[in-house]
């Protein structure tokens, strides 16, 4: 099952007198905060909706005035969590884009004889291509380039397949 919402960023302190919040950004590209109108944040198990009121881009992090927040103190209490869209209004993805959330967990699996290799346990970026980093089912870690040539995402059958 798909997640509701996705991670957008994190608030990693507060930031001059008024309440604005630095945010690191977990998406690949922060300029989504530009026409953002509001973020949520997960309080107590319930994702509760902040309205932007400010903000101001960076190429490495956000700052945002978020509805509701207006000192540094206040500001403090939301250190490190983490802003949320709901997944109806994020971008939508070109044929053959995933969101990273969906793909860690799948089962990774040679497609010549059909032999599991392992779990997509997480993915770093570079700035030539994604790799993939395999948990195999001995403990050991495999990285694979996410690059076609090597690899093919079925959704439906919830794998990667290795060429």
Do not use: C
């Amino acid at each position: 099952m798909k997640q509701q919402y996705l991670a957008l960023g994190f608030i990693s302190k507060p930031h001059g007198i008024k309440g604005h919040v630095k945010v690191e950004p977990l998406t690949d590209d922060i300029t989504r905060f530009k026409n953002m109108k509001h973020v949520f944040i997960e309080e107590a198990g319930n994702y509760v909706k902040y309205r932007i009121k400010e903000r101001s881009i960076a190429p490495a992090y956000a700052l945002l005035k978020l509805e509701g927040i207006d000192t540094p103190e206040q500001a403090e209490a939301y250190r490190n969590k983490t802003l949320w869209q709901p997944r109806s209004e994020s971008r939508k993805l070109a044929k053959d884009e995933y969101f990273w959330v969906d793909l860690i967990g799948l089962d990774v699996v040679f497609s010549d004889d059909g032999k599991r290799l392992g779990v997509l346990d997480s993915i770093i970026a570079t700035y030539s291509n994604d790799v993939y980093v395999v948990k195999t089912d001995k403990g050991q870690e495999v990285l694979i380039p996410a690059l076609k040539q090597y690899i093919t995402v079925d959704m439906d059958k919830e794998a990667i397949f290795v060429h």
